[in-house]
């Protein structure tokens, strides 16, 4: 069982870089789910996966936020001109019940 | 608006102790409630999962209970450990197409030997 498991772990980026974050779901999961997370705070949902449609994204999401999910497995999640209160935990889930299986996250720090 | 209460929101307690957290939300159509476990730094991890027609699910010393109707789902720590001390998160999953989970603030729970 390998889990969900996402890359990098750790991003250190300038304010105005673009940053690619990947996420391998547990294979055979149909649903993917990306958050984003900041200290002492919940999860906040940014956009869902069903295969390789995108369901939902979040209002809360700018249009400097894009991912994808090309053949229904792995996903990308692009933010471009990072700005320093993007900083935060981005996390990635996948399930094909009703339970999440969530991966380690990626700690991205904006400088 | 679906809202999640976590109570209390910190919980420092000396090693053996029973613990009871406690989760609230404002909707009851929810299809289910996930309690989370989360360590500094690290993602979340599921403990209970309990479908909206059951009332508890157990798991080793944890226990939980959910009552729709009142929005109130409690976690039951028995004999606590060291090794539990972690953020504990409920998340009710809404009713509706993308089956979206709604997120507390998690109790922060400290056992200390």
């Known amino acids: 069982d390998t889990g969900v498991s996402q890359n990098p772990r750790h991003k250190i980026t300038k304010r105005g870089q673009n940053v690619t974050f990947r996420c391998d779901p547990i294979?055979?999961?149909?649903?993917l789910y990306w958050y984003r997370q900041t200290l002492g705070q919940g999860p906040e949902f940014l956009t869902y996966?069903?295969?390789?449609?995108?369901?939902?994204k979040s209002r809360l999401l700018s249009d400097r936020f894009s991912a994808e999910r090309p053949k229904g497995s792995f996903s990308t999640l692009e933010i471009q001109r990072t700005e320093q209160g993007d900083s935060a935990m981005y996390l990635c889930?996948?399930?094909?019940?009703?339970?999440?299986?969530f991966g380690p996250g990626t700690r991205l720090t904006v400088l | 608006k679906q809202e999640v209460t976590q109570i209390p929101a910190a919980l420092s307690v000396p090693e053996g102790e029973n613990l009871v957290l406690n989760c609230s939300f404002t909707?009851?159509?929810?299809?289910?409630l996930q309690w989370f476990r989360q360590d500094p730094g690290k993602g979340l991890t599921s403990l209970l999962l309990?479908?909206?027609s059951q009332r508890e699910q157990t798991s080793g010393r944890l226990n939980a209970s959910l009552d729709k109707s009142s929005g109130r789902s409690t976690l039951y720590i028995a004999a606590s450990q060291p090794g539990d001390s972690a953020t504990y998160l409920c998340?009710?999953?809404?009713?509706?197409?993308?089956?979206?989970?709604?997120w507390g603030l998690g109790t922060s729970l400290a056992v200390n030997p």
């Open positions: 889930a996948s399930s094909s019940g009703p339970r999440r299986y």
């Open positions: 294979s055979e999961h149909n649903r």
């Open positions: 996966f069903q295969n390789e449609a995108q369901l939902e």
């Open positions: 909707d009851s159509a929810i299809y289910n």
């Open positions: 309990i479908q909206s």
């Open positions: 998340a009710p999953e809404e009713a509706g197409n993308n089956r979206k989970l709604i």
